[in-house]
């Protein structure tokens, strides 16, 4: 009995509480202190669709970018330190908003300077329905995106090692 409940936790994938990874990281950035950050994350994260906290304010472009830019910074943060990258590769985020319909978020690889850069992983998302049921929700909807980007970063960085043994 004992081995059957054990073999069952190995097959478990394994996953992060991405509330509380994002919540360290907005605190740790200097976004905010650790109340208002959990505050933040809760009263975006979590109840009904649309979020009123993006579609009510004066500036909802600014708002929803800042949203989306804590929401997946940290999730690709963590893919690139799981990734080994070289100490001249960068990966940024971009984000292009919009009020009435899907926002890109779009992960490019800068393998250094001269070098051939590398779309990771490119995302639609409306930003007011990134509500979810509970914590389990949003950790299964993090995890998800920290896979995409693990295995793109992968795959990236295989084809452009490669690409520069083909050239030698």
Sequence with gaps: MMARKLTAVRKRPRSRNWLAYLCEALVSSGAMPTWEAATYLTENLFGEKPNPHLL??????????????????????????????????????????????????????FQGHAKPKQLVLFDAAKAWDLVFSDAEAFNTWAEERYRLLVNALRTALATMDEDLLTAI
């Design 56 to 109: 009510a304010p004066v500036t909802p472009h600014e708002l929803t970018k800042q949203f989306l830019q804590r929401l997946y910074q940290p999730i690709v943060e963590a893919a690139s330190r799981d990734v080994t990258l070289s100490p001249a590769a960068t990966i940024h985020l971009f984000t292009d908003i919009s009020l009435t319909g899907n926002s890109a978020v779009l992960v490019v690889l």
